[in-house]
Structure formats: C-alpha cells, structure tokens
C-alpha cells in the first residue's frame, strides 16, 4: 500500500512541475509575440499549430508507447518540450515558431497519456475518483503557480523560456527516480463517431465544440488583449491565473447544480457566465483609456466571472453526453468529444485572430460573445425537445489534459456493447 502511495505522489508531483512549465509558457508566448509584432492572426496560429500537434500525437502515442515503452516516450517527449522552449528564445521567424509549437504539442499529448496511463495502473476502484479530483486540483493550482512565474523576468528576455525549459526538464525526476511498474502498451482509445455522438446528445457535441472555440482563442490571445488595453505585460499573468482560479472555483458547485436541476440547465448558466463576462471585456477595449478607468481590479473580476463559465463547461457537457450512454461508453464518448474539442481549438484562435485583425482587440471577447450566445440559443432548443436521459449518474470532473483521464473515473467499466442512439 505504501508503495502505491508513494507512486501516486512521484507521479503527481511530476505532473504538478510539468503544469508549473506549461502554464508559464502560455502566458509568456502569447506576450512575447506581441512584443515581437506579430499580427493578431499568426498569434492565434500559433495556437492553432499547437492543436494540431496534439491531435498528431493522440495517434501517434499509442503506436510509440508500444514500440519503445511509458518511460523512454515520457523522457523523449519532456526533452523536446524543454529544448522546444529554448528553441523559442533563438529564433524569432514566425513560420520556426509555428512549427515549434506544432512539436511543442506533440510532446504534451505524450507527456499527458503516459502519466495518465501509469496512474490507471496504479489506482484502483476505491481511489480513482479521489485520484481524479486531484488531478484536477494540482492541473489548475498548477497552471496558475506556473503563469505567476512570468513576474520573474522580463518578457523579452531570455530568462523565462530557460525557467520554462527547466521545469519542463525537472519533471522527469520524480517520475523517473520513482519505482513504479511499466505499465502494458496502451492501445488506441476508440471513439464513437460525430453521426453517432449528434444522434445521442447533439448539445455535447455543440457545447464541447464551442469549449474548443472559445478556449483556445482565450488561451492564445488573452496576453496580447490585456497588453494592448495599455496594461504591463505582468498584469496578462495576473488576469489568465484569476480565469483559472474562477474556473477551479465553480467546478464542483456547477457540476452539483448540474445533479439537481439537469445539465442543460447549468450549461446554459455557464454559457451565460461566459456571454456577460465576455461583453463586459469587449466594451472595456473599446474604451478610450480603460487602463486609467477600470484599473486592474475590474479585469480581474470579469477575467474570473469568464473562467468561471468556461472552465467548467467541457465536463458538464461530458456528463450530459454519459447520462445518454452506459458507463462502459464513457470511454469512447469522451474521447470522441475531445477530438471534436480539440478541431474547434484549431479553428478558434485563426477564427478569432482574423477578426482582430479587421476590427480591432474588442473583437476578441466579441467573438467569444457571440459563440456563448449561439450555445445559449441552442441550448434553449434543446430544452425545449424535452429529451430525457436514460442514465443519469453523478457529476464527475474532467481534464483536458490526455485522452486517459477518463478512465480514472470510477463509473466506467468495459463492456462490448452497441451504444444507444
């Protein structure tokens, strides 16, 4: 029992510093290429390359696991991140960056499905739901730690791509020093196709769509947003870590409410969440001088009021997909919503980056506006059906971190069956 525990640990606290890299990356990318110039379409493309890595590496994982083994993919992969960061800080061609992002998501997917697969192997019946909890916990408390960073060094130096570079690289130790079993080859995870997941919960398919639209273009052009309003480039950590904060927030009462009065329901309060924030961040960058009339204080405000709706929002359209199918589904549901999050995540930054471009920073939180509301209207529709679920189990909260995580939930089970729909 001591033994599990202890690999429980190793392989958490790896995951935490590898958050702690990631999350400084992500705020310190986005404002160095404003720093850089770049137009609001190509930073919105690089998180769109990023994406796009990701999506290679979900198929290309399994096939690599299986030929070379968990640990020598999880060192391979944390390596290239952490010269990936470097590589960064040499070179600044738009079209280098953009392929460096593209492996840079390569090598996250990987990261994320070998810890994930271990910790499956490690936990059992009793633990998984604690164990995913937790996971959850150290992803967003991590991420938050690791975009305060940015306060360490100046943007446009070289300082924090080397500390981003060093984390990345620390987070093999814990993982490596540990004595924790290899786990077998994972295969594949199958999925159930769009035709089938539309046929048995369309609102999942569009909610988690829109997740992938909105999270993306938030995640690559909120740094660039907070910058142009006249802010220093610091207070973009400060304003991404309250998202997240808002997000860690609200995730398990929304997913309580979801129980009692049904998931469209709360699908809709998030959306709405996501609408009222958003508006309220597209004005202020229409203001003449917000960073003189709002004041940080504000922003910060609207920032988590934001992450509150949207965080939440992928886990509860989840769990409105698996009250429709069994538990033996929850698998391949998960990860066919994941897929089809991931290509709104391609598509969002470009989407939303094309719309700076013509119309100024406000279009941002605009754009971000009008997919909410489009999800609200939906949602209305959907209520209005009165489509009843036919396995209704409780709210469990889910990453998007690598397509295994699902698998730590304790509702799911095998079975080779035909899903309804």
């Known amino acids: 029992m001591l033994r599990r525990v202890t690999s429980v640990i190793a392989l958490l606290a790896s995951f935490s510093i590898l958050c702690l890299g990631h999350g400084l990356q992500s705020v310190l990318l986005p404002a160095r290429a404003d720093l850089m110039h770049f137009s609001g379409v190509l930073i919105g493309g690089l998180m769109s390359s990023y994406y796009v890595g990701f999506i290679a590496g979900t198929f290309v994982c399994p096939w690599l696991i299986a030929r070379v083994g968990h640990i020598r993919v999880f060192a391979a ?20 960056w953009l392929l460096l992002r593209a492996i840079y998501g390569l090598c996250l997917v990987h990261l994320y499905t070998v810890m994930e697969s271990w910790l499956n192997r490690i936990v059992d019946q009793d633990t998984r739901g604690r164990i995913l909890s937790v996971y959850m916990i ?25 500390i981003s570079s060093m984390l990345l690289s620390l987070a093999l130790v814990p993982l490596i020093l540990s004595r924790i079993e290899q786990p077998t080859p994972i295969e594949a995870p199958q999925t159930l196709g769009v035709r089938r997941l539309l046929a048995i919960s369309p609102l999942s398919v569009a909610g988690a769509l829109a997740a992938g639209l ?10 660039a947003y907070v910058i142009n309003l006249g802010f220093p480039p610091h207070d973009a950590a400060w304003f991404m870590a309250a998202g997240l904060m808002g997000g860690l927030l609200t995730q398990w009462p929304l997913g309580a409410l ?16 996501v609408l009222s924030a958003s508006l309220a961040l597209a004005l202020t960058a229409l203001w003449s001088s917000p960073s003189a009339t709002f004041g940080m204080g504000w922003l910060l405000v609207w920032s988590m009021l934001f992450g509150a709706g949207l965080h939440p929002l992928y886990s509860l359209c989840i769990a409105h997909a ?17 897929l089809i999050q991931s290509v709104g995540a391609i598509i969002g930054p470009l989407a939303a980056g094309a719309m700076i471009h ?8 605009f754009y971000l506006a009008l997919l909410a509301g489009a999800l609200i209207l939906y949602d209305l529709a959907r209520i209005a059906k009165g489509r009843m ?14 397509l295994l995580a699902v698998m730590m939930d304790p509702r799911y089970r095998r079975r080779k069956e035909q899903p309804p729909g």
């Open 77 to 96: 992969a944390a390596a290239g991140a952490s010269a990936i960061m470097l590589a960064h800080s040499l070179t600044l061609h738009p079209l280098a």
């Open 258 to 273: 979801s129980d009692r009065i049904g998931r469209r329901q709360v699908i809709m309060l998030a959306s709405a969440l």
């Open 389 to 402: 679920p036919a396995f209704t189990k409780p709210f469990r909260l889910l990453t998007r971190t690598g």
């Open 322 to 338: 698996n009250d429709f199918v069994g538990p033996e589904y929850f698998v391949r549901a998960s990860v066919g919503l994941q």
């Open 138 to 162: 150290i992803n967003f408390i991590s991420m938050s730690l690791g975009q305060m960073l940015f306060f360490l060094a100046p943007a446009d130096g070289f300082e924090l791509f080397a």
């Open 358 to 365: 013509a119309a100024g920073q406000s279009m941002l939180f």
């Open 214 to 223: 909105m999270g993306s273009a938030y995640w690559g052009l909120t740094a």
